[in-house]
């Protein structure tokens, strides 16, 4: 989640979002059953890569989660995604590496950094040990951390130094966060491989009919930061039901609409994006509300939506 009450878009902001012309890879007049159909065969052409959602219904973070559970989730996501992303490294999330190898699929692999010193080093030494093991692709040291503010800069700095020293050179070593932290800490920028960032047009309240421009503006702020490193969408997506926040209404047909103009431009465009996110999971509603809940392109029983 990359929500930040003063990142919501002003009324100036979304004047200047519906002045531009809008690019759209929508038919004009298409009812919800065209944009199924859309979806349905862009799905099925693959995405290049998609969050891993770990938990069923009654399940959340600090449960243990089994292999089997992981691996018949993978099994599920295995036709339609050549990556996956984690999000952290215990618990049983580290079988999700282990399961998207055995079915052929890449992944970046997330150690969770929080308030817990303990649990942050059990992270950090399972990130590298899977990495060490071949099982990683690319590192992500942390996840929205400025963000929810739970250790210091420095300290964070420290870790992905500690990652990026303890595995192979080959494996990309970066941070996750919103777009714009890597232009508010070049120094922090300056020390990842490449450009982790969350773009959600959503959690600024931007309308769906220019979701798309404002999603376009965000990669670029995170590309102008990056100064020429590559820069990788780890998160995008709109809810199917809940709240609306500002003018971002979740819909089945907004969902819809997000998902294919999204894809089609990271093909087009040659960007490289992790949709947010493979199944429902209720859990989540106690952080974000109703809306919460619903980010899926797979329903929490694990049926696909549409």
């Known amino acids: ?43 099925s052409k693959g995405l290049h890569g998609i969050c891993f959602s770990m938990y069923e219904d009654g399940q959340e973070p600090g449960d243990h989660i089994t292999l089997e559970q992981v691996r018949r989730r993978m099994k599920i996501l295995k036709p339609y995604t050549k990556w996956v992303r984690s999000f952290s490294c215990i618990e049983g999330n580290e079988f999700v590496p282990q399961a ?10 997330g150690a969770w950094i929080g308030d817990d010193p303990k649990k942050n080093r059990q992270e950090l030494d399972a ?3 899977l990495a060490n093991k071949g099982l990683v692709d690319i590192a992500a040291v942390g996840n929205e951390v ?14 992905i130094r500690e990652v990026r020293a303890a ?24 020390l990842c491989d490449v450009i982790l960032a969350n773009c959600y047009p959503f959690w600024e309240s931007c309308h769906i009919d220019y979701a798309l421009t404002h999603m376009q503006q965000m990669f670029g702020q995170a590309l102008g930061a990056a100064k020429g490193k590559k820069v990788i969408i780890t998160e995008t997506g709109w809810p199917s039901k809940g709240e609306s926040l500002g003018s971002a209404q979740p819909s089945d047909i907004n969902f819809l609409k997000y998902f294919i ?15 947010f996110s493979s199944f429902d999971e209720s859990w ?12 899926g392109i797979w329903d929490k029983n694990e049926q696909i939506k549409y």
């Not at 989540?284 to 980010?295: F, M, T």
Request: proline content about 5%; glycine content about 4%.
């Open 1 to 43: 989640m990359s929500y930040r009450k003063d990142q919501l878009l002003t009324p100036k902001q979304e004047a200047f979002l519906a002045s531009i012309q809008q690019q759209s890879f929508i038919p004009e007049n298409s009812d919800i059953e065209d944009l199924q159909a859309i979806f349905k065969n862009l799905l």
């Open 100 to 109: 998207a190898k055995e079915e052929g699929i890449k992944t970046l692999v």
């Open 284 to 295: 989540k509603v106690g952080d974000e509300g109703e809306v919460g809940a619903y980010w």
């Open 146 to 159: 400025l963000y929810r503010n739970d250790i210091p800069l420095e300290e964070l700095k420290t870790y």
């Open 127 to 129: 990130l590298i040990e």
């Open 261 to 275: 103009n999204t894809q089609n431009w990271c093909q087009q465009a040659g960007v490289e994006s992790f949709y």
């Open 167 to 190: 595995i192979p050179k080959d494996i990309p070593v970066g941070y996750v966060d919103a777009y714009y932290e890597f232009t508010v800490h070049p120094d922090l920028t300056e």
